[in-house]
């Protein structure tokens, strides 16, 4: 029983963590932790942002 548990409190925090990685990338937030000054555009989500602006 206490493996049910473990697995669904493991699984919960793993949901949560993909639904805010997926809202952030909604947002227009950079994965890389920086902001997309500091990476020079390596970033996917610096690469698409630049795009839009172009």
């Given at each position: 029983?206490?493996?049910w548990i473990i697995g669904i409190i493991i699984a919960a925090a793993v949901t949560a963590v993909v639904a805010k990685k997926v809202k952030d990338i909604k947002a227009g937030k950079s994965g890389c932790g920086c902001g997309c000054s500091g990476?020079?555009?390596s970033c996917p989500g610096?690469?698409?942002s630049e795009e839009k602006t172009h």
């Open positions: 029983m206490a493996d990476c020079g555009g610096c690469v698409s």
